[in-house]
């Protein structure tokens, strides 16, 4: 599929179904939807007790993926470097990470430790606790 072809099918996606395919009742024309090709904006259907439940394709999605195409919408990625900023103020940033990733170590230790020893009793409630004193 070329990419023209893309954008056709995506815009016809963002436009939906015209009210030509659909009866005066407000019932969908399945028949006429396959007679004029446009089954592809037929996201799903399903048969309910009420009749056929008819999904069609996301418009605004759509809508969204032809501007990216056209390059309206443009996702930007800005990457900071914090070891940049910290040399500019005359830190070592090297320091600082190792100091950083040895903190984060002893507290992650710590935790396990408190974990271990049985610390806080965490099945304990305000209730319980009010029972005791009672």
Known sequence: MRADEVLLRLTEQARGLSKDYFRPNGELDA??????????????????????EVELYDGQRALVDIGRALGIFKDRLIVEDWRREAEAQ????????????????????????????GGV???ESAGSRAKETD
Do not use: C, Y
Request: positive net charge.
């Open 31 to 52: 028949a006429a939807i396959v007679t004029n090709n446009k089954t592809h904006l037929i996201k799903k259907t399903k048969q309910t007790q009420h009749g056929l």
């Open 121 to 123: 009793d965490r099945g």
């Open 90 to 117: 005359g830190l070592d940033s090297a320091e600082m990470f190792k100091r950083l990733v040895r903190e984060a170590i002893s507290v992650i230790t710590a935790g396990n430790e408190a974990d271990d020893s």
